[in-house]
């Protein structure tokens, strides 16, 4: 197709350098950051995790398998990885996707299909009528279920959905309808927080409605429920009433009030802004609505990633406008959506700007990158801190890894055209056609 930037060097680099970094402790756990002249670390209390724990190493090494055998490294940590959370998913409480039991089963899906039963089933065994209890002490004093995708019952919905199996119908019917009843009513539909005596609000996907409303309208077309779907709409006509259409765009805030939090009023990053919310009409695609107040569900997608493609990202305009380049909140993030994008619109003039765009996500990564004999990490800024220059982060959301992913799938795009298999996960597969998903 097109020749690469050297994207897969660099994220063989990347991969090499977090490889170094796993430790063995009854497992295998990698320290989320590496410090120079810093204490020695120890696993974290999360040292499982999706999110920053070695369960996030699942789909770098499933993104890796697509394009060569893996070696006898990595064979010997994703059996280690597999042992480890299937063993502890037996006894584990906290149920989330990127924290929890969710996430366990996304890793051993990933790893070892069939395995993710047991985390599954767990889950199940954990099951409430108003949800999940969780423990990550988000509302201090309570352990009462969240809602998002990130904590919360969003993320045990579509992650039920994606993984199948004796459990899924169960996990997700509970948790669809633990949802409905945490909803919030607004003037223009249904809104949810975090939690239940959350009084701010996060709008877009990781946090908010957004993401609550794309893992209804998921679950609505899993199981024909058309109450699930119905709800999915009014929490989009709530999300597009809170944000803005202008010009070609759509962008929400980061969070309402913006007095709430210190950061820069609107923001485009998967977590909190038009790049996570983009997967909101794609789920209500998916469940068969066509339209939102009058807006095609098409159009707003569409808006969304042209307010992320007219943006200047990935440019560091100003101190806290692109500090970060990881999957939540940075470049990784927004080119995966991208080439998400790309592969759903295959052979048409947009397919070609969103493959242009996610390159120079890639090219961005390849300037940035630190690199030496170890391999290669990158440093994110925190414009607050003093120094503002972080230590390099090892993990699947927020460092080397999840980088590293991005950067090996975008070569592998370039090498072998818009029909390369898409290592899908919970909380995107219905972005990509279903003839490309590597779970089908």
Known sequence: MTESGGYRELGE??????????????????????????????????RDCLYSGIAGLAPVLAEIARYREPSERERTLAAGIVARLSAGAEHRTEPSLYDGLAGDATALKLLDPGSESVALRRLADLTTPEGWKTTVEFEPGSDAPLNDIIMGTAGIVLTAVWAGGDFAEGIATTGGE????????????????????????????????????????????ALDREDFVEAAVRGARHVLSVGSLEGDGFVVPHTIPPSKREVEPVTYTWCHGPTGTSHLFTALSLAGVTEIAGHGVDELRQRCL????????????????WDNDGRCCGTAGVGDVLLDAAQDCAGTARADTFVQAARTMGDALVER??????????????????????????TWMQGAAGIAAYLLRLDRFLETGPNAVVVDRPDQWWAVPARLRSSK
């Open 178 to 221: 633990a949802l409905l009843r945490a909803a919030d009513r607004t003037t223009a539909g249904l809104d949810w927080g975090i939690g239940a005596t959350t009084e701010w609000r996060a709008p877009n996907y990781s946090h908010g409605t957004a993401g609550v409303a794309a893992a209804l309208a998921v679950a609505g077309a």
């Open 13 to 46: 680099a990347a991969w090499s350098w977090v490889l170094d970094q796993v430790r063995d402790d009854e497992g295998p756990w990698l320290p989320e950051a590496v410090t120079e002249d810093g204490p020695d670390a120890v696993p974290a209390k999360d």
């Open 306 to 321: 042209t307010s992320v493609l007219t943006s200047g990202l990935p440019e560091r305009l100003r101190p806290g406008f």
């Open 369 to 394: 990158a630190e690199r030496d004999q170890e391999g290669a990490r990158w440093r994110f800024l925190e414009h607050r801190a003093d120094p503002p220059l972080l230590p390099p982060g090892t």
